[in-house]
């Protein structure tokens, strides 16, 4: 929605808009090599066992066919303890799916024919893939494990706290497995030479592919190069490269320096590339007579691998949302034999504070309180388990704004008593939340050109979030120049070492290196530096790290239609107001916010991998039967936000705006669809049949 | 087989083109026109829409020998020369565009939708674009450059004159 | 992808005889479906003719009142025919409702009927399923089986039709024309379609050979007052969950006569019979369009996953119904 939104001026135009509409933009696959074969992947037809035999003789009859590869012929990888690089190293299958060998052929075609010709016989073992609340499987996962766990937290007592308390919720939430689904698939093209590897990769993070894939083939770094100039879409399943960046690299080690092209199929993409896990998640909450929380309880259990650990936490997000006296907060993990999850935009709080911000609301139903008064009503001074001030925290105002936009105060509570025709006609309400991620080790290089140009490098990855654009406005603001006056490289391993494009933290990341970079290139050269005057630096550690609790809030706002009938759901107008400190660029950044809303429009409605726990795969793996929002599905969206000064979370105020529009929105629509028909569903997503009398 | 068809104008030929290719392949791995973007294979995204004959039409599903002698128009023959199309200009113009993959698609969609319904209103936009998914931009961004781009090529656009259009 | 020979026809004769005489050969319309399928490996022809060039491709308003419409006509031409949209509005309705417009603008009337289901099961390739490999077994049977079949499924396959336009063209009573080696016949299209019973690899009554020429569709008259109502998990660009084709005689609040078919239910587009007995001459309310729901979904047969397709059917029906009688009498 245009026109409606306080931002004076839009921002500079993407800078490389031109390129992307004309179609001469080169994605990972598309970059000219000479003389290319094609590879086609062998994948496990079961989900646990080992492979016993491989006859590829027919397949390697078929014309064009350049080699075939599996176990036994693949060469030994060094083992970094990543298993999903592990590829081809043994007989032993662990998920259905798993990448088992490859076919390289002349085109495209002729190693999928000659892939089908493959026979292989597996060795069957009996396998667990389906995803519940069972003392087999389930348990706690080490919190020094990673960076992401926290360990369970217990403050006050809860039990006895919820057993005083004036309104109580007691209920139990449950999300599905999600897959991306980037636009563009993941695609990668390897080559060797005298000189090293060369990937020409779809990725978040080219030096982390090659801090990973050189330490693989036992070379050096530096013989490695990444170059993703272009990535369309990622999501998280970019995020850590998968099995494919090394089956292609290991598959173009005997093609005599010829480069291998593979892209994924979509269907590839439900097994090979992660996923959002499933969950169950319990929440308790009291409140007293006046809606203040005196008890809260978060219980998630979440799928993992037995492959491959992985935990997102999604309890956590009652961490330091609400005040509460006494919290309850435990994370387990359920492991199955199933692909490896991985982050999927947001991860934990998308899950999280679906369940969260859906229990707030029957407790705002219970209590007879309108739910963005409960919400104001149970806003912490500071944060409530790590006792840190907030480096700026806006919640209030972005629901009060939202409110007022929103036209909240019109709003009659009574759930299911508005129709218009055959449609049943309500509103909700949800919050956001998400923590502000600063990732160090970054490092720009400017340099300053003939005729007051300068040229800035930092090897982070564009992923279509406009990190291209925002990043050139930082360094043209910093320089003092026009923002013409800036050529931006980025997106290769040729650039200085930059983070991961992921946590919402690229802009906060990259950005601060490049500001602080410009202020190192200022204090070396001056103010009127020499042609070829250049400088490297990276952003310090922030003071204010661990002094402060960071987050960005927001509020989401949301119409929702059910039809009597056939209980289709409609969400006809959304509204997401929030506060993420400075915003770069409101052009790029509206389309941030639209997009992550969007996406939880999609979660609330449509999306839902299917397991098929007899096979151990997902059966709706396509875009065929996996839904993602159409056009049709997405009514008026709106996007505003809370001019933020945030002088504590890094040296360009950013927060991160990449994850929080999707945060609460499927919360929001799950309550407006509640306040629609009367029917509360608590297991996403919000399909027809769940509001059928 | 030998496949001669027009793309964008230019009589083009393959060699030792397999019958049972798709016209997708052919374009992006055959001819060096890698605009048109494969992205499900399966006709369900329309990343890869172009013209065939005029019509767009996913190149996905089209086996390459029922393009032999056909007319084939791209994204890359949108713009005239160094002229973005009026299509292109607003998609940049409007921020419709964020990490690019689906846009060649939606622009073929975008072009003919205003050719045959110069005025489009928010509903037809919707529905002559529900065969193109895009993961990013979150579609508003794209209703507001089609707006604009039909504004701009005479018609008005039917309930898109104010901020926020219909609410369907 | 197997290798094939892929030849391009340009009559019905040489067509047919190209692929009668070859066990291993399709016929290749617009591609939405068969390009799919050779993807997915679940087709494997040795050769391809491909009939879209064939004299097939216009609609004639015949002298007796039948409309004709060529096999080859695309599903986006057909729909914007004056002659579908003034007098069968629930064929451009369906029509409209099916897939997108860039699918539209290949798939022909021919190809639309002779799709394939959509089954999750019958199109990957490794799991079992009766209908791409007889006798392997049905993996949806036990499995995720929310889009299958409530009506006429066996115990060898509970997949569903996926057309939206045959659906339309069952409560139309339209005819199917077909040519073979043996010559021409008829077939209405509600028998064109078979269900699965014991042989779910046959979708249809067509023999190895045999081209659809053409559909005929009756004069019906008051097919001018039809509607087709599709009910799918996304607002556009979804196969139907159900969906139901209608047409209506109302004279002075009585139902005259009526056309219905189901889609999203069974193996073949639904024609409703029983819920036509208990409305033809009955008045147009609530309770009649009820019982004549409750009528036809007397046999339904639910799985674990599409319990919800009976009410769903049940409140469409009523809702459609409401509708066209509403229509009347306004």
């Known amino acids: 929605m245009t026109g409606a939104t306080r931002a004076t001026s839009p921002g500079p135009e993407r800078i490389e808009g031109h390129a992307k509409v004309t179609g001469t933009a080169r994605y ?77 052929a002349e085109t495209q075609e002729s190693a999928a024919h000659a892939a089908d010709l493959v026979e292989i016989r597996y060795e069957r073992m009996a396998h667990d893939s389906d995803f519940r609340d069972d003392a087999d499987i389930v348990y706690t996962p080490d919190a020094d494990a990673s960076p992401m766990l926290s360990p369970d937290l217990e403050e006050g007592d809860v039990d006895a706290a919820l057993a005083d308390a004036a309104f109580t919720v007691d209920a139990t939430y449950t999300t599905p497995t999600e897959h991306h689904n980037p636009l563009e698939p993941h695609a990668v093209i390897a080559a060797w030479d005298d000189d090293g590897l060369t990937l020409h990769d779809s990725n978040q993070g080219s030096h982390l592919v090659r801090d990973l894939i050189a330490p693989l083939f036992g070379v050096d770094k530096e013989r490695v190069s990444v170059i993703s100039p272009h990535v369309g879409g990622a999501f998280g399943s970019k995020g850590m490269p998968h099995g494919h960046v090394a089956l292609t690299a290991l598959a173009a080690r005997h093609t005599a320096g010829r480069p291998v092209k593979y892209a994924l199929s979509r269907t590839q993409m439900f097994e090979l590339v992660g996923y959002r896990p499933p969950t169950r ?117 972005c629901l009060r704004e939202g409110a007022e936009r929103f036209g909240w105060h019109e709003r009659d509570p009574r759930p299911g008593v508005r129709r218009e025709g055959d449609w049943l006609v ?110 490297t630096a990276g952003a310090g550690k922030n003071p204010d790290a661990g002094e402060y609790a960071m987050h960005s809030y927001g509020a989401q706002f949301a119409e929702v239609r059910v039809n009597a009938d056939t209980g289709e759901v409609r969400v006809p107008r959304m509204l997401g107001v929030f506060a993420a400190g400075r915003i770069v660029n409101p052009r790029t950044a509206r389309s941030q916010f639209l997009g992550g809303m969007t996406m939880g429009i999609s979660m609330a409605l449509h999306e839902h991998s299917v397991v098929d726990e007899r096979f151990g795969h997902v059966v709706n793996h396509d875009l065929a039967g996996y839904h993602i929002a159409g056009n049709a599905d997405v009514g008026s969206v709106e996007v505003d936000w809370i001019d933020e000064h945030d002088p504590h979370v890094n040296p360009v105020g950013v927060k991160g705006i990449g994850e929080i529009g999707i945060v609460g929105t499927a919360a929001a629509i799950g309550n407006a669809a509640h306040h629609a028909t009367g029917v509360r569903v608590r297991d996403l997503p919000l399909t027809p049949e769940k509001f059928l009398r | 087989m030998r496949l001669n068809l027009t793309v964008n104008g230019r009589a083009m030929t393959a060699d030792d083109v397999w019958e049972g290719e798709s016209l997708l392949y052919v374009l992006r791995e055959r001819l060096g026109l890698p605009g048109s973007k494969n992205a499900c294979e399966q006709g369900e995204c329309g990343s890869c829409t172009v013209y065939l004959d005029r019509v767009p039409v996913c190149a996905c599903l089209v086996a390459a020998g029922q393009a032999q002698d056909r007319e084939v128009g791209t994204v890359e023959g949108l713009a005239d020369g160094e002229e973005l199309s009026t299509v292109q200009r607003a998609f940049i113009d409007e921020g419709a565009v964020q990490c690019g993959f689906c846009t060649p698609g939606l622009l073929v969609a975008a072009d003919d939708l205003i050719e045959r319904v110069p005025e489009p209103s928010d509903a037809e936009i919707r529905e002559a674009l529900a065969g193109n998914l895009c993961r990013c931009t979150g579609y508003e961004k794209i209703m507001a450059a089609v707006r604009t781009a039909a504004e701009r090529s005479g018609g008005t656009s039917g309930s898109g004159s104010s901020a926020g259009g219909d609410r369907t | ?56 491709d216009s609609v004639e308003s015949l002298p ?213 007995r208990v409305l033809r001459g009955a008045p147009a309310t609530e309770e009649t369009f009820r019982a004549a729901a409750d009528a036809e979904l007397a046999a339904a047969r639910t799985l674990r996953d599409n319990e919800f397709k009976v009410p769903m059917t049940r409140n469409t029906l009523a809702s459609v119904l409401r509708e066209l009688t509403r229509q009347e009498g306004s």
């Not at chain 3, 063209?169 to 016949?185: I, N, T, Y």
């Open chain 1, 28 to 104: 990972a696959f598309e970059h000219p090599v000479a003389d290319p074969l094609y590879l086609h992947p062998l994948r496990a037809t079961i989900a646990r066992g080992r492979v016993t035999s491989v006859d590829t003789t027919a397949a390697e009859r078929v014309d064009g066919v350049r080699l075939v590869l599996t176990h036994h012929n693949a060469e030994a990888l060094v083992p970094i303890g990543d298993p999903e690089l592990a590829v081809l190293q043994s007989d032993e299958i662990a998920f259905r799916g798993q990448l088992i060998g490859a076919v390289v």
């Open chain 1, 281 to 397: 998640q319990r929440v308790r909450l009291g409140a007293d007579r006046e809606g203040r929380l005196v008890a809260t309880e978060h219980d998630s259990l979440e799928q993992t691998s037995r492959f491959k650990q992985y935990a997102e936490q999604s309890a956590s997000a009652s961490r330091e949302m609400y005040t509460s006296p006494n919290r309850r907060v435990t994370n387990r993990l359920a492991a199955l034999d199933v692909p490896a999850p991985t982050w999927m935009r947001a991860p934990g709080e998308a899950g999280g504070m679906y369940a969260l911000e859906s229990a707030m609301d029957e407790l705002a139903v219970s209590a007879g309180i309108d739910p963005v008064e409960l919400r104001l009503r149970n806003e912490p001074e500071v944060a409530p388990v790590s006792g840190l001030p907030f480096s700026s925290r806006n919640l209030p105002a």
């Open chain 1, 426 to 535: 309500g509103t909700g309400v949800a919050a956001s939340s998400f923590p502000s991620l600063f990732f160090p080790g970054s490092l720009a290089t400017i340099r300053h050109e003939s005729g007051g140009k300068y040229r800035v490098e930092i090897g982070a990855v564009d992923i279509g979030t406009g990190s291209r654009t925002a990043l050139t406005q930082l360094a043209a603001e910093a320089l003092e120049v026009p923002v013409e006056a800036v050529e931006l490289w980025l997106g290769s391993t040729e650039q200085p070492h930059a983070s991961l494009a992921g946590g919402s933290a690229g802009t906060a990341s990259w950005g601060s290196t490049v500001v602080e970079a410009v202020r190192a290139f200022r204090t070396e050269h001056g103010h009127d530096p020499v042609s070829g005057a250049e400088t």
């Open chain 3, 1 to 56: 992808m197997k290798p094939f020979d892929y030849q391009r026809a340009t009559d019905a004769d040489s067509a047919i005889s190209l692929v009668s005489g070859d066990p291993e050969a399709r016929y290749i319309g617009g591609g939405t479906n068969l390009v799919d399928h050779m993807k997915l490996g679940i087709a494997e022809p040795g050769k391809l003719v491909d009939i879209t060039r064939l004299p097939y």
């Open chain 3, 64 to 276: 007796d009142g039948r409309v004709r419409i060529g096999a080859t006509v695309r599903n986006s031409d057909l729909a914007a025919e004056p002659v579908i949209r003034q007098r069968y509005p629930v064929l451009a309705q369906a029509l409209l409702s099916g897939a997108s417009g860039q699918l539209r603008n290949l798939a022909t009337t021919g190809g639309n009927l002779l799709q394939r289901t959509r089954c999750s099961y019958f199109q990957d390739v490794t799991t079992p399923c009766n209908k791409r490999e007889p006798g392997s077994g049905c993996s949806a049977l036990e499995g995720w089986n929310r889009h299958h079949a409530v009506l006429g499924a066996s115990e060898r396959c509970v997949a569903t039709h996926p057309s939206d336009m045959a659906v339309a063209l069952a409560a139309l009573d339209a005819d199917v024309l077909v040519e073979g080696p043996d010559g021409q016949r008829t077939v209405p299209v509600t028998e064109l379609h078979r269900l699965p019973g014991d042989e779910p690899e046959r979708d249809t009554v067509l023999r190895h050979g045999e081209l659809v020429t053409a559909v005929e569709l009756p004069s019906l008259p008051f097919a001018s007052r039809s509607r087709y109502r599709k009910v799918r998990d996304r607002a556009s660009f979804a196969f139907a969950l159900v969906s139901v084709a209608a047409a209506v005689e109302l004279v002075e609040g009585t139902i005259t006569d009526v056309r219905i078919a189901l889609g999203g239910l069974a193996h073949k587009p639904w024609r409703a019979t029983e819920a036509e």
